[in-house]
């Protein structure tokens, strides 16, 4: 089965090594018996997505970065360094 949406996050097409970018239509194809869908982007797949689809909203929880983990782990828990 093939359908089209819009992507959420920057997405690989895996027919080529482009890059999709959010809000970017993207045919998913679901295979039987495969859990995963496949994604391509609108030059790979096959046909073009539907001119009636609809635009999504960015969530700021998608494009916000995450503070640095070593910030977090306290200096007593690093016996082996020298300062």
């Not at 295979?31 to 009636?52: N, S």
């Amino acid at each position: 089965m093939r359908r089209w949406e819009r992507a959420v996050v920057e997405t690989l097409c895996g027919a080529c090594p482009r890059l999709i970018p959010i809000n970017e239509p993207m045919q998913l194809i679901k295979l039987p018996g495969v859990r995963r869908e496949l994604k391509r982007c609108h030059e790979c797949a096959q046909g073009d997505p539907p001119p009636d689809l609809p635009l999504i909203e960015v969530r700021s929880r998608f494009t916000k970065r995450m503070a640095p983990l070593r910030k977090a782990i306290p200096r007593e828990w690093m016996p082996y360094r020298e300062d």
